[in-house]
T-cell receptor, first 111, second 114 residues
């Protein structure tokens, strides 16, 4: 079983929809939770990060962490075609140098 | 700032050939990483360098070697390429002073081994 599980999709939604992307994990030592966005044929770039449990909002994006359930989510409101990308969750214990990535969910927002 | 740069962008090799992938960063980061990305497998860490002069194995190091040439540059070498090494390779760097270990990625090298 992988340390981080993520549904690969693809997920296709109409423009303006609310999108929910999720990851589950098994290592209770993870403390930092990140979402990277990767456009086709590009490198990943950090979209948001949260520390421990709770919510964090940045514009149309909300990251949510539930450590008791080992479950994290990224919500995208009023989705746009420019949001079409692969979204990777990543986690870090706070020690060492390694991030643990999910496999990524491919999102397509259609006009 | 160019961020993280990688060369080449594309490469086709025959089985048994060797090559070196180059990576450089201009953000004065201490740590650098090499990943490979395959469909359904996500990003897998090959090697990393926590600081200049040190390198460590990641999840999938077999068939690869690395050199941390200086603080800016971190190269990945395939001594005898195999079809299983067909992948997209990403270099990344991070500032050890950041608590969340945010990593900055290069644009990737698409490698095909025939």
């Amino acid at each position: 079983q992988k340390e981080v599980e993520q549904d690969p999709g693809p997920l296709s939604v109409p423009e303006g929809a609310i999108v929910s992307l999720n990851c589950t994990y098994s290592n209770s030592a993870f403390q930092y939770f990140m979402w990277y966005r990767q456009y086709s044929r590009k490198g990943p770039e950090l979209l948001m990060y949260t520390y421990s449990s709770g919510n964090k909002e940045d514009g149309r994006f909300t990251a949510q962490v539930d450590k008791s359930s080992k479950y994290i989510s990224l919500f995208i409101r009023d989705s746009q075609p420019s949001d079409s990308a692969t979204y990777l969750c990543a986690m870090f214990t706070g020690g060492g140098n390694k991030l643990t990535f999910g496999t990524g969910t491919q999102l397509k927002v259609e006009l | 700032n160019a961020g993280v740069t990688q060369t080449p962008k594309f490469q086709v090799l025959k089985t048994g050939q060797s090559m070196t992938l180059q990576c450089a960063q201009d953000m004065n980061h201490n740590s650098m990483y090499w990943y490979r990305q395959d469909p359904g497998m996500g990003l897998r860490l090959i090697y990393y360098s926590a600081s200049e002069g040190t390198t460590d194995k990641g999840e999938v190091p077999n068939g690869y070697n690395v050199s941390r040439l200086n603080k800016r540059e971190f190269s990945l070498r395939l001594e005898s390429a195999a079809p299983s090494q067909t992948s997209v390779y990403f270099c990344a760097s991070s500032d050890s002073g950041l608590l969340n270990n945010e990593q900055f990625f290069g644009p990737g090298t698409r490698l095909t081994v025939l």
